[in-house]
């Protein structure tokens, strides 16, 4: 031989699977999302995400370069994808300063504090999400009413702004009225699965984000334990709770159908860095933020419960994967 | 549905390019070497000095003790020196050099291509050819095939289990042999099902070589107690405890051989070889290598004499393609890469492949995004990038209780990571710091 050959161990081929394909990926299966909530919630949808996105990307470019002084890794899609995911947890009429404040929450603490991509413990999105829910109340919880492509961006006057179906229940429920009573005023479940009610922008659209879904699944960018899990345990849960006491409990669908359970059991409890290694993990924090959401929902001060039951589940993932361990080969002898 | 095993597997491009390419023998070099230690275990001691005459087939170095294999000269010449020379391992190792002179073949050796189908001998008769000819596992593992037939005390073999999967991509050897050699093979297979006393042998192939499916099912309706098994197509099914649990749904318990739960696993190159060892007094001196890559003009499948230097296949299968990056002795996924072309082929070697420049180096290392793709692909239901971390950190103790020692080291997780993670590399390294501990602690 002439020329210098590489040696190095095996193997020697790759599957071509990277960083940037799976982030990418995530990106495409919320577009159905992005398109019913722009629909429904016109140019709000695309100032909220488009500042969102710009921000979170800019902050960590920020923090890498000149705080940090570590490699710039913005062209890996992480940043765009908590922007995107932040977005989505937002109301559509959101002040554009709150939502920067957001962006430098998610990406500063929720995310580059612990190191950066791969290392944060909780869910920056969601981080972010729960920094303005507690700090900026009013502005978090007042949704514009969807109206179409015409819906103005800042939309806070009156008669345009409402509860999500969510907070209509608890409210009336807290006034004694009958679940069957307030339905009449909620919106069908028809509606509920297409998107046509009040919420954060990318949570309304139950339809989109089944597709979104199915998107992932084929694509193997996640597998079906964490969503299947937590929509299976809210879907028993408060099955349960209808049959002993239809009059104060909403059906198990609407449950499904409402908040933001399909955004985080699909997007935002799948996240890569912040959910189990082993499929059996996986389904032990499925359930576990299913059982939590519907606590808070039925019991709790908050209408909605998603983005703390997955917080507080994220916080389990360590011990998760310390002491849930896969089925090993040749563990149990079996002679099939 | 196909079976398959259920834990893990990955699915890389097949690139079998040099499928329909039927068995050329390839002619002889003009000098040798032949490495001494070309199976696992203990190295062979020569036989022959400098200045001996040797004919094709005649003892050079006898196995040295129990786990070890005899080899013999595959040509007839004059030995030049015993020294070390490269082999396949990438090391200098002692190897007996051979300057050929003609092509003059111990007068036993059957060479002729007649099927020779009726044996009559006993199974201690049988195991005693298999070592006498110094055959070991062609599969790449290249463990002593008398090793293998000796069941320990107290268990039982109830299953020979025929490897004809070819699971690693590019490579067709075992596929061309099945075609070719069909007859031969199921005799080698009854030869050994009545090595190890047994009733029953599956032959289990994968689903992508169709036409070694049909014509070996064929021919084993002649043969009784031999089935052939369709496989769906899944990396690693042709590590033996992946192919027992596709074929008999058992898995090797953790720690233990196959034959704790009544199985043996002979690749189809050794079966046939096998065969030739004992109706044909032919001892193990050639074997099919594939000789393939995307860039060479003429991927072929050669029979080619042990010994033989690679860079002499290369230039049959119409020379080495100029942007070559990478030489492998094996397949993409487990084989060796080779810092020369001038080394010898060896009992193991299965394929030799050539990988272009651009697909050489390995893509860049990010940071761990914990997408638990390597979980899911390992077919021991390990957890690599846990095992790396842990290696990193020398934190062996943890090693061996996270089961490292089951490792098979297929790749799948390396070969997955999304973030090009050397996740093997680092497995293979706490795996021999974790071997040394638990050797020491035996002693």
């Known amino acids: ?336 | 549905m196909l079976k398959t095993f259920t834990r893990g597997g990955v699915h890389p491009a097949e690139n079998k390019l040099s499928v329909n390419q039927k068995i050329i023998d390839l002619g002889l070099p003009a000098s040798v070497s032949i490495p001494i230690s070309m199976h696992l275990g203990v190295p062979s001691k020569p036989m022959v000095e400098k200045g001996s005459e040797v004919e094709v087939g005649q003892l050079i170095a006898a196995g040295d003790g129990f786990v070890s294999a005899n080899i013999h000269s595959p040509f007839s010449g004059k030995i030049l020196k015993i020294d070390k020379y490269l082999d396949p391992s990438g090391y200098k190792r002692d190897s007996i050099f051979i300057d050929i002179e003609g092509d003059t073949w111990l007068p036993e050796i059957d060479r002729s291509s007649d099927i020779k189908k009726e044996f009559s001998y006993s199974a201690e008769e049988i195991i005693q050819k298999i070592k006498d000819a110094g055959i070991v596992g062609l599969g790449g593992a290249t463990f002593p095939s008398h090793v293998k037939l000796s069941i320990p005390r107290g268990r039982k073999a109830e299953y020979l289990i025929i490897n004809g999967v070819e699971c690693e991509p590019y490579l067709t050897a075992d596929h061309v042999l099945m075609l070719e050699k069909s007859e031969e093979l199921l005799i080698g297979t009854s030869l050994l099902m009545r090595g190890l006393k047994v009733d029953k042998a599956v032959i289990g192939i994968e689903n992508n070589k169709p036409d070694a499916i049909e014509k070996l099912q064929k021919i084993a309706l002649n043969y009784k107690g031999i089935s052939v098994q369709a496989l769906k197509v899944k990396y690693p099914q042709g590590g033996e405890k992946q192919l027992i649990k596709s074929i008999l749904n058992r898995e090797v318990p953790s720690g233990g051989l196959p034959v704790d739960i009544g199985a043996v696993v002979f690749n189809v190159g050794t079966a046939f070889a096998v065969y030739e060892a004992i109706q044909k007094n032919k001892p193990l001196i050639e074997r099919i290598v594939t000789v393939t890559g995307k860039k060479l003009k003429k991927p072929s499948n050669f029979r080619v004499r042990i010994g033989t230097p690679i860079n002499m296949l290369i230039e049959a299968a119409g020379g080495l393609p100029d942007n070559t990056g990478k030489v492998i002795n094996g397949g993409p996924m487990m084989g060796k890469a080779l810092p020369d072309t001038n080394i010898p082929v060896v009992k193991g070697s299965s394929g030799i492949l050539l990988i272009p420049a651009e697909e050489s180096k390995r893509k860049a290392v990010e940071p761990c995004i914990r997408c638990s793709k390597c979980v899911s692909v390992c077919p021991l239901g390990l957890e690599p990038y846990l095992l790396m971390a842990l290696s990193q950190k020398s934190l062996f103790d943890r090693l061996e209780a996270e089961h490292v020692m089951d490792c098979i080291e297929c790749g799948s997780c390396s070969y997955i990571c999304p973030s090009g993670r050397p996740l093997l590399d680092y497995i293979r390294l706490g795996k021999s710091e974790v071997g040394k501990i638990i050797r020491s602690r035996k002693k």
Not at chain 1, 56 to 85: H, P
Not at chain 1, 100 to 121: D, E, H, Q
């Open chain 1, 1 to 336: 031989m002439d020329k210098l050959i590489t040696v190095s161990p095996s193997p020697h081929i790759h599957s071509g699977q990277s960083v940037e394909k799976l982030m990418y990926g995530v990106v495409i299966a919320l577009v159905p999302a992005f398109i019913v909530s722009l629909f429904f919630y016109g140019i709000g949808a695309i100032v909220v995400t488009g500042i969102s996105i710009v921000s979170c990307i800019l902050f960590e470019y920020l923090i890498q370069k000149f705080i940090l002084k570590i490699e710039v890794r913005i062209a890996d899609g992480s940043a765009m994808v908590t922007g995107l995911l932040l977005a989505f947890n937002l109301p559509s009429n959101l002040p554009w300063w709150i939502i920067i404040i957001g962006a430098l929450v998610s990406i500063g603490i929720g995310k580059m504090t612990f190191g950066g991509l791969g290392n944060n413990p909780f869910n920056p999105a969601l981080v972010g999400r729960v920094f303005l829910l507690i700090s900026f109340p009013v502005q978090m919880t007042s949704y514009p009413v969807p109206s179409g492509m015409s819906t103005p961006y800042i939309s806070s006057i009156e008669g345009f702004t409402g509860p999500t179906p969510l907070g209509i229940l608890k409210e009336g429920l807290k006034q004694g009225t009958p679940v069957a009573e307030l339905m009449q005023d909620l919106p069908s479940h028809l509606d509920l699965f297409v998107g046509n009610m009040g919420g954060s922008m990318g949570e309304i659209a139950g339809a989109a984000l089944l597709l979104g879904m199915l998107y992932l699944l084929i694509r193997k960018i996640i597998t079906w334990h964490i969503p299947v899990s937590i929509i299976t345990t809210v879907f028993l849960f408060t099955g349960i709770l209808y049959l002993i006491n239809p009059v104060t409990n909403a059906d198990p669908l609407f449950h499904i159908l409402t908040g933001g359970l399909l955004l985080g059991a699909i997007f935002m409890a799948t996240d890569y860095v912040t959910s189990p290694m082993t499929p059996p993990g996986m389904l032990i924090y499925g359930v576990g933020i299913g059982l939590i959401t519907i606590i808070i929902r039925v019991y709790g001060a908050y209408p909605e419960g998603v983005s703390f039951a997955i917080l507080i589940m994220n916080g389990f993932v360590p011990l998760l994967n310390r002491y849930i361990k896969p089925k090993r080969f040749g563990e149990e002898v079996k002679n099939g």
